[in-house]
């Protein structure tokens, strides 16, 4: 019994053919798979980025160190008491403040609390400057935590606060 050659053409053309048509769809797919996966890696980028987790893990990839993560926390934070203060302006306006100092060097609590009456002065004389106006603006309130903290550090002689960290600042 002799094979069919006619089969046999047949099955190799049909082959042939869908070779070919294989190849090209297998292109097709890959391009797809690559196209889906590039835009799934950028969209999820995105994401990352608009909630903030992409900074510091592309900081940390990329060896770039910044400000915010050169900086640490105080080691200390001291308590200091609300200090309220008539504003300088017509009416019974008052200003109320209560913030923490944060230091690192141990020694310094005992100095803070020897000055208080000094550093209670101190930031008296500066809320006693400020208006309404003044402390209803975030660049106001920067503005008087610049202001008192020099002020403490320069009564200091043990060391020098690395912070001030308000509680509250209330205009009434």
């Known amino acids: 019994m002799q094979p069919d050659k006619t089969n046999a053409k047949s099955e190799k053309v049909t082959e042939k053919k869908s070779r070919p048509f294989f190849k090209k769809n297998l292109l097709l797919i890959a391009l797809v798979v690559v196209a889906a996966t590039a835009l799934l890696s950028v969209g999820a980028l995105a994401v990352a980025v608009k909630m903030g987790f992409a900074s510091p893990l592309l900081n940390g990839l990329l060896g ?36 923490y100092l944060g230091y690192d060097e141990p020694k310094l609590k005992e100095e803070l ?15 006693w400057t400020k208006t309404v106006e003044e402390m209803s603006t975030a660049e106001g309130k920067e503005n008087l935590r610049e202001e008192i903290l020099g002020a403490i ?4 002689q043990k060391g020098e606060l690395r912070g001030l960290y308000f509680w509250h600042v209330l205009v009434q």
């Open 113 to 127: 609390d020897k000055r208080m009456p000094e550093i209670r002065d101190v930031v008296n004389k500066t809320l």
């Open 153 to 156: 550090n320069d009564l200091l």
């Open 64 to 99: 770039v160190h910044t400000r915010e993560a050169a900086v640490k926390e105080p080691a200390y934070m001291y308590a200091v008491p609300e200090v309220l203060v008539n504003l300088p302006e017509g009416g019974r306006r008052f200003l109320s403040v209560k913030f």
